[in-house]
């Protein structure tokens, strides 16, 4: 049995870590939030389906096997939720008064490494789930720091996948396009 292709992406990788990951941290960090009002349980909503959407954005975009267009459109959407994301990691750390580490925070070179390790395609079991799974870290600030990490790295490798699959489509076309091609090549050899 072969997995789908989008397992086998990066940026899938590190949107189902983000996803399983987000889902834990608004148990253990909002949960309470729930019970408060309903403009704070829309975060908590917010911040799932954002998460999910990434996830799922990418899953679609990479499986539509027919439109480079549609491919980009739902990358650019799966971008556009983890953006959203971040800025709810950023909005949690600033209405609590924790700080948002910078890039050289020694941290942050750990948030990468235990990124990169767990999304690694040796980390993918035959069934296309991920073998070794991460908790969090029981720490509000470096929780909500880690998953931002997260979620600016996978921003720069979805611009980057956006990126390869425009620079495709400018040189081998659309789908509509080609299938003009074909259409036109039969109609030339029909006379």
Do not use: W
Request: glycine letters at 4%; a positive charge; charged letters at 25%.
């Amino acid at each position: 049995m072969s997995l789908p292709k989008y397992k086998y992406l990066l940026t899938y990788r590190y949107a189902e870590i983000i996803h399983d990951l987000t889902v834990e941290f608004c148990l253990r960090y909002l949960s309470d939030l729930r019970n408060l009002s309903i403009p704070l349980c829309r975060t908590v909503e917010q911040m799932t389906q954002a998460a999910r959407s990434g996830k799922q954005n990418i899953a679609e975009g990479v499986s539509q096997q027919t439109s480079l267009k549609g491919q980009i459109r739902l990358l650019g959407i799966a971008q556009a939720s983890i953006e959203e994301l971040l800025a709810d990691y950023e909005d949690f750390l600033r209405q609590r008064n924790l700080p948002i580490y910078q890039k050289n925070h020694p941290k942050i070179t750990l948030f990468r490494q235990t990124g990169f390790h767990l999304s690694d395609l040796r980390n993918l079991s035959n069934l296309g789930s991920l073998i070794e799974k991460l908790r969090l870290l029981e720490n509000p600030e470096d929780d909500a720091n880690f998953l931002l990490t997260l979620c600016h790295q996978l921003s720069y490798l979805l611009s980057r996948q956006i990126k390869a699959t425009e620079e495709k489509f400018i040189k081998e076309g659309g789908y509509s396009e080609n299938l003009f091609k074909k259409r036109v090549r039969a109609i030339k050899r029909i006379k």
